[in-house]
């Protein structure tokens, strides 16, 4: 069984459109991340949601909304996109905020027309 | 941030030799732990060290801490090409990660 799954896996779609990428997490756990991981395959994070709060919310366009409809999904919302929002973006998830050790998803690579 | 900082960027060595990659990080952490990223895939944990700890060992992976020196080094023993991935720091309970260390493994 996945333990962290994201659709779509790929993901190509014309400069200003609007896009969702789903996560889901069947362990239970009460953490979830966005991280986006440019080119150079530096990650950085994007959005933490711990039991459906929002605990981190970096510098991140307003156009990327992210939604938690319960502590086992975390949904991400783009709008507007652009060239560079090119990227892979990756869902993770842990038991607990911190330290724990991080599950992630395979990621979804978004290409922008 | 308490980004990790791995070092080498890139790595190939012949199969059965050993790996070392580095890390350095710049602030005071509870733990620190290697990710493993194989091509075209998502993150795998593979060890984590308490800031009290200085060595600990999983299989073939052997992981050092040097809180004094805001740095860790993992190595991989009798490296297989089964190894050849990114290999990724991550510094306490902040969400940066580098760049990664990419190891190649020639058979």
């Known amino acids: 069984d996945t333990a962290v799954s994201q659709t779509p896996k790929y993901l190509v779609t014309q400069m200003g459109n609007d896009k969702s990428i789903k996560c889901e997490q069947n362990?239970?756990?009460?953490?979830m991340y966005w991280y986006k991981q440019d080119s150079k395959k530096f990650l950085k994070i994007m959005f933490s949601?711990?039991?459906?709060?929002?605990?981190i919310n970096e510098t991140v366009p307003n156009r990327f909304s992210p939604k938690s409809p319960d502590k086992a999904h975390l949904n991400l919302h783009i709008n507007s996109l652009e060239l560079g929002d090119s990227a892979v973006y990756f869902c993770?998830?842990?038991?607990?905020?911190?330290?724990?050790?991080?599950?992630f998803g395979d990621g979804t690579r978004l290409s922008i027309l | 941030s308490q980004q990790g900082e791995e070092d080498p960027q890139a790595l190939s060595i012949q199969e059965g030799e050993n790996a070392t990659m580095n890390c350095s990080y710049k602030?005071?952490?509870?733990?620190l732990q290697w990710y493993r990223q194989n091509s075209g895939r998502g993150l795998v944990h593979l060890i984590l060290i308490r800031s009290n700890e200085r060595e600990k060992h999983s299989g073939r992976l052997r992981v050092t801490l040097d809180t004094s020196k805001k740095s860790s080094s993992l190595l991989i023993t009798a490296s297989r090409a089964a190894d050849t991935a990114s290999y990724f720091c991550f510094p306490g309970n902040q969400f940066y990660f580098g760049t990664g260390t990419s190891l190649t493994v020639i058979p």
């Open positions: 362990l239970g756990h009460d953490t």
């Open positions: 949601y711990n039991n459906k709060e929002l605990i």
């Open positions: 602030t005071s952490i509870n733990n």
């Open positions: 993770a998830s842990s038991q607990d905020t911190g330290e724990q050790p991080q599950h």
